[in-house]
C-alpha cells in the first residue's frame, strides 16, 4: 500500500512543518485510489476491486451520488447504496461515487 502510506505521510509534512510538496502528495493520493480500499488494519472482506471502483469513479463523472454536486479537489468515497453491513454487495450496480463528508453523514442506513 505505498499509495497510501505515502500520502499519509505527505500529508503529515505538509501540516506538520510545510516542507510537504503539495504536487507529490497528490499524486500518492491519486496513486491510492488505485489501490484497493483496504488500509493497514481494516478487513479484507471490505476491499473494492481497482477496476470496479475506477469504473464507478468514471462512470459518476466525480458528481457525488447524495448531494449531486461535484466531487472535484478532494478525495471521493464510494458508496454501497445498500450497506454492506446490511448484505450489500461490491457490484456497480450497488456502489456510487460520494463525497466524504455525505457518505459519512450516511452512515450504514438504507437511505
Known amino acids: 500500500m505505498m499509495g ?3 500520502a499519509v505521510a505527505g500529508i503529515e ?10 504536487k507529490a502528495c497528490a499524486r500518492a493520493i491519486l496513486a491510492f485510489l488505485h489501490e484497493p480500499l483496504a488500509r493497514p488494519g481494516a ?5 473494492i ?4 471502483r475506477r469504473y464507478v469513479l468514471q462512470r459518476d463523472a466525480m458528481v457525488c ?5 461535484g466531487i472535484s479537489g ?5 458508496d454501497h447504496v445498500v450497506p454492506y453491513s446490511h448484505g450489500g454487495t461490491h ?3 450497488n456502489l456510487r461515487s460520494t463525497h466524504s463528508r ?3 453523514a450516511r452512515g450504514n442506513r438504507n437511505k
Not at 13 to 22: C, Q
Not at 43 to 47: A, E, F, G, I
Not at 49 to 52: K, M
Open 65 to 69: 451520488g447524495i448531494c449531486k454536486l
Open 49 to 52: 476491486p481497482r477496476a470496479t
Open 91 to 93: 457490484s456497480v450496480d
Open 74 to 78: 478532494e478525495v471521493p468515497h464510494l
Open 4 to 6: 497510501y502510506e505515502s
Open 43 to 47: 478487513s479484507l472482506s471490505r476491499d
Open 102 to 104: 455525505c457518505n459519512m
Open 13 to 22: 509534512r505538509i501540516i506538520l512543518d510545510g516542507s510537504g510538496d503539495p
